[in-house]
């Protein structure tokens, strides 16, 4: 029974990591499942009109999401309950000029998006995802709409040298130059030529991109900057003509989906755990959690789960963690409820703040790079991580309530703290606890190979994180007040 749970919310799971390319596809997913959960869109450009027991959301950029559900006895100045994940995971986005031919081979221009460990992007089978602006017209007025867009197919690989051609490689280790070297190729110009498409891409030798204005195309700016190849798929994809691509927005993606493996089907195979997996548990976590006609009957507070997007580079963008997305959210609510002006400083105070981010299970291969006794292992639950010098909001406070919750749900938790000899991560967690002024512990789920092309997790630690927040959510505002810090 508990076996056949843990499947259900790992295939689940799974069927998220497939949907969910990219960080706006993993919003438009996440989209979906909200809908479908009875959560109402709201606009953030519109005023808001809430009403107690109802379940809302909101995107921004398309790139971070949030979604909330207002408890049946909340009332302004009460807390608010949330998990924070986030979308985006390390990859190759294409450049703005992408456009590159050398040696007669059609290459695919990319600039590298956040830490990730760029050599295990050799030899895979690549395609492109991401969003694009489409031009429209309609009986001769001009319009743009924004499209997600995904090519299924392996349409590109960035190939390693092979080893005869460089014998250092077994002695010194595979060292390569990240704007050299790491470059997509797309297709021949032999092919492109045959398929009539070169002569329309004007091959250009020895690495030297177009300057993007020698020819004029009908909307005056993709066309010339990116190889009509490439083109001609993504308007297939869309319906449109290749002219009619204004502008975009993709990134290199693997094309292997993911899977549960290993010999015991005790793994999952994937890109993009981090942080897909924590947004994946929060979300099905909090829509869970409110699904029934009476789980928001006894809620005095709001049960919120916010999904950001650019953490991988450091939180600061209008939709990131640094930005006022997520207070903008917690101020909006509580003024639609009441009109004191301190309600808010006493909802921040009231409120908790789960920040949830990948955790680095111990590497058997590598055992002397954990401290000894913080060795997350796989299966083991979620980590609470803490750090001494606030790269990590935990405190014993923020980790007692959530170890309350586990010693309630007999649910496994392990501690992390980094060796002293070597540097902290960091995550959303100190940003959101700086700038909002809530109550913050910091976990995640154990993985190993964090920001690999390829990353693996456990099952069993996607079936606990899953419960372990749905608790959250469904106990929290009777838990708080547990333990009084300050009056
Ligand atoms: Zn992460």
Redesign the pocket.
Known sequence: MAKQQSYDVVSDFIDFLNASPTAFHAVDEAKKRLKSAGFQQLSERELWDLQPGHKYFFTRNHSTVVAFAVGKKYVAGNGFYIIG??TD?PCLKLKPVSKVVKGGILEVGVQIYGGGLWHTWFDRDLTVAGRVIVREENAGSVSYSHHLVRIEEPIMRIPTLAIHLDKTVSSDGFKFNNETHLIPILATSLKGELNKLSSENGPVENGNQTDGNKAIDKTGTTNTKHHLLLLQLLASKLGCEPDDIYDFELQACDTQPSTVGGAAREFIFSGRL??LC?SFCSLKALIDATSSESSLEEETGVRMVALFDH??VGSASAQGAGSPVMLNAVTRVTNTFGTNPNLLEKAAQRSYLVSA??AHALHPNYMEKHEVNHQPKLHGGLVIKNNANQRYATNAVTSFYFREIATKHNLPVQDFVVRNDMSC?S?IGPILASGVGIRTVDV?APQLS?HSIREICAVDDVKYSYEHFKAFYQEFSHLDGKMVVDI
Do not use: I
Request: aromatic share 0%; proline share 0%.
């Open positions: 994940a986030h995971s981090d942080n924590m953490e991988e981010d990948m991560g995550t995640g964090m």
